[in-house]
């Protein structure tokens, strides 16, 4: 079968959401992104529940300065308070090449530039959305010191399930919330050890269990690949198997992660995922897992479905990045909401059929 | 408090167990070592569950055979057949420095040197040991298919369940099995993804939940660190908590990591960990957990408790390590089983209190 383009109807409201949308958790400080929302439908809304990252405005031209939550403010009940670290933009052992990181010179991370929480955004028509004035959720503890990242939803039952990136100074790991309405959020703890992300919930059990898709970074050995594992409530995970890997000088051939919830079709589950190359640009692509043995992938789409194009997508704050972590299906239709250069959301409308017909099996 | 030497009584039988007293699996294998042994009594015996090394005998003077699972076998019901890799030991990318790993020129491992599977061991006086001809646990499957390593065992009732490192190009992940007898062993699955190590299952449920040490490489961001979890069933593990990390210029400063199963005392759960530093020396010491929430640490000593100085601790395979799995305690005395230069097993013999006099509060 030849690989045919789908045709994917990017939103004419692109870029739908921008840092300059949201207000700023403080009066003086800056957003440099609102982007990698979690996706949901509630009531008769579309969320999106973005990732804000901001900054204490930079003032002073010789120094970085580095926002993270401060070590005794933990149990503070309210908002946990921030403190800032200066580091001087010329110290000869700090690295500030990457927009997002500041690494030493052996290449480890000792600062994020910004810290993210969550903010909602809503919309009757899935492309005008309104941004609440104030963060929904925070960073709080420990282990979520530099920050709380790229949101992804479930609903099952009436209840949303919303899995996260905690960063801290030691490590990436992965949190999840709960909200029936998103007003009240309960933290369920972390549900990984570092360093794992992109974990995918599905909407519902199968064979009795729940199952994700998550990304672990293995050290030494290993890559940053695709897992799938499983769990009788959610809070707890065992049976970790590895499920799809990196392809070599394909588009996908340096990192990938699972982005949307997988959507089932009478086919199979669809898995979008982001995956990136060695220059580091970053696509979503389709793959099929079977519906009743999910860590079984029965196809997988050479070329990706939605690569960065528009200019939205080529320039920005870490540009050359299309990330989606949700989508809305209506009938045989998705529209896939993506955080684009990680500063703002898009969305991209496309054909379920047509991503279906080109899923063939895996190499 | 002034730190005091602890009185540690190693064997005169020291090294108990060497690579010379294990039948190869095959006849024209070698053993490379017989160590890190998961360490339970059964009946009237000390058993050791040793992890054994091993490899085609190298014969060419100008390549490196290398043995991993052969990809095809893994419904054999047998054990798993075996294929070999062979390298060029003058190969300008290969890296043959460390004798545990074959690297690539960036640091990325390619190959272990052997292949490890686990045997039984079995002595009435706990200095003299009988060694099984065959394996007792083989690796299998895709996630084992570099071998499997460093068995811990917990007794909970009347079962064994047993942590171990399911190594393979896809990472170091931890496998759990169970056996009521030693003879018959069931794959519970894989409860952590990579990168993780160094996992002991507490002996008891704790306020109606399962404990477990983990010990996450983080790949990034983080420290090779301990970090805790809980479970309802043993096989599922959530609510991860940072729990322990590196002391800068001190003996753990480099990684840590699990030891001995936790070990019930009135003043706490008493755990004999391992650390190294960045000469890579391995020695093994203390800390101390809240009895009612493990996850607090209340105490941890500042000096190591056993250090390789020993003649069969200092030279061997891998020189200057000694690395615990377990332990059998008898009223105060506790006799701790240990790896000794990643090749034989030796024991040393102390009193509990004077381990638990020394215990201070942490910095």
Redesign the interface.
Known sequence: MTSKTIPMQRSALNPLIIPEDIVPSFSDWEVLGAFNAGVARYEDEIILLLRVAERPRQTDPAHVIVPLLAADGEDAGERSPITTVKLDKHHPELDFSDPRVIRNRAG??LYLTSISHLRLARSRDGEHFTVDEHPSVWPEG??ERWGIEDPRITQIDDQYYITYSA???????VGLLSTPDFQAFRR?????????KDVVIFPEKIGGQYYML?R????????P?M?I?????L????????LM?LRDGLWDEQRIGAGCIPIKTAQGWLVLYHGADRSNRYCMGAALLDLEQPQRVIARMREPILVPEAEYERSGFFGGVVFACGAVVKGQEATMYYGVSDDSMASVTFDLASVLDQLQPPD
Do not use: M, R, Y
């Open positions: 480890k991370t420990a282990a960063v801290s100074e030691k490590g990436v790991a369920e703890g972390l549900i990984l050890a570092p360093t794992n998550h672990p970074v293995p050290e030494g050995i290993g890559e690949e897992w594992a499983s769990s009788p409530d809070k707890c995970w065992g049976n970790h198997q590895f890997g």
